[in-house]
């Protein structure tokens, strides 16, 4: 049986690899948190690997709130930036390859199509800027670094757009949500998918060495605005909430945000000739599970 190292589990796409991991036996998952490992200390990390012998690192540990970041700069680095570089090198010493994920944040580029691999970055905010370094640390640190690219994640576990405005839709009769930032919302657990199906294709031997190392762009088929993705959400969980569009300008967040940040999949579907769902029928499954979720808690109550 392979294994594989999780980090950062109690996330959401760590949280989803574990609901996912049950139904792949020929892997055992080891999920750990910053409780047991914590990926910005870079001798914990090496002693950990060195105590945990394992196939795989999946890197689902990471310093994601955009805006604070701002203001903790140093937090953000050493997450998004060193860390990285620490457990890249881990894997190194093991010859094992590692799956990190990073952001299309990093790209924040003028260009008005879909996004590739191998435009030009230009992060604009310190989360953006670290991620992008902590990108090119795992992939200099490690021959067999895999960096899935991804936007607009979401889940039923942990803190994300979907779940603020299902609160938000319940609480109010009217919002105000911008629609001049264009993109892909992305299902945590598509992406935690794409991720086992990845390593699927390493046991196959299907992973050629030239793939192995580099960037792929993962999101959601499909494009809309944070307004059209609303409107979805209201439409799906049946909540009377009008939505109001607006300019980003009339929003002003500490860390800006990319108008226009779709990502071209083609190089992720020509490697693993992998389907990738619509975005608009992965927000109705995760509003699936919620509700089975929500009926659950309520029954235990
Ligand atoms: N969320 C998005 O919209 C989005 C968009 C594009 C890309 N991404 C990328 O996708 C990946 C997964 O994101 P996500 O949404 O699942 O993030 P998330 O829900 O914020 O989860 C990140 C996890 O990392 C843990 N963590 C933070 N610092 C750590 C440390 N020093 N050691 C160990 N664990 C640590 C966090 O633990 P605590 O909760 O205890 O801090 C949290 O459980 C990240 O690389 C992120 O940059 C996310």
Redesign the pocket.
């Known amino acids: 049986m392979a294994k594989v190292i999780v980090?950062?589990?109690?996330?959401?796409?760590?949280?989803?690899l574990q609901v996912l991991a049950g139904h792949f036996p020929e892997f055992q998952f080891h999920f750990?948190?910053?409780?047991n490992?914590?990926?910005?200390?870079e001798q914990a990390v090496q002693h950990f690997f060195n105590q945990h012998p394992a196939d795989y690192c999946i890197?689902?540990?990471?310093?994601?709130?955009v805006d604070r970041a701002e203001e903790e700069p140093e937090a953000a680095e050493?997450?998004?930036a060193l860390?990285p570089r620490y457990l890249a090198e881990a894997c190194a010493q093991q010859n094992i390859p590692m799956l990190?994920?990073?952001?299309?944040?990093v790209y924040h580029n003028d260009v008005n199509r879909p996004l590739l691999e191998s435009d030009e970055t230009c992060p604009a905010g310190v989360?953006a800027r670290t991620?992008l370094a902590g990108e090119q640390a795992a992939l200099e640190a490690h021959s067999k670094t895999m960096i899935l690219?991804?936007?607009?994640?979401?889940?039923v576990?942990?803190?994300?757009?979907v779940k603020t405005m299902l609160r938000l839709g319940r609480e109010r009769d009217r919002l105000t949500v911008v629609y001049d930032q264009i993109g892909s919302p992305?299902h945590?657990r598509s992406?935690a998918r794409a991720a086992i199906a990845i390593l699927q294709q390493y046991e196959q031997g299907a992973v050629p060495r030239e793939q192995q190392h580099g960037i792929y762009n993962y999101s959601n088929e499909g494009v809309c605005s944070w307004y059209d993705f609303a409107l979805a959400i209201f439409e799906m969980s049946g909540i009377d909430c009008e939505v109001a569009p607006i300019l980003s300008k009339d929003f002003p967040t500490p860390a800006a945000r990319p108008s226009y940040s779709v990502m071209d999949k083609s190089k992720f579907k020509a490697a693993f000739g992998l389907n990738i769902p619509h975005w608009r029928d992965d927000l109705k499954a995760m509003m699936t599970t919620l509700r089975s979720h929500e009926a659950a808690a309520s029954s235990r109550e």
């Open positions: 980090t950062g589990a109690n996330g959401q796409v760590g949280r989803e750990t948190s910053r409780f490992l914590d990926i910005t200390d890197n689902a540990a990471a310093y994601t709130a050493r997450t998004n860390a990190h994920f990073s952001t299309d944040y989360y991620k690219r991804t936007s607009w994640v979401y889940s576990f942990g803190h994300n757009f992305t945590a992406l």
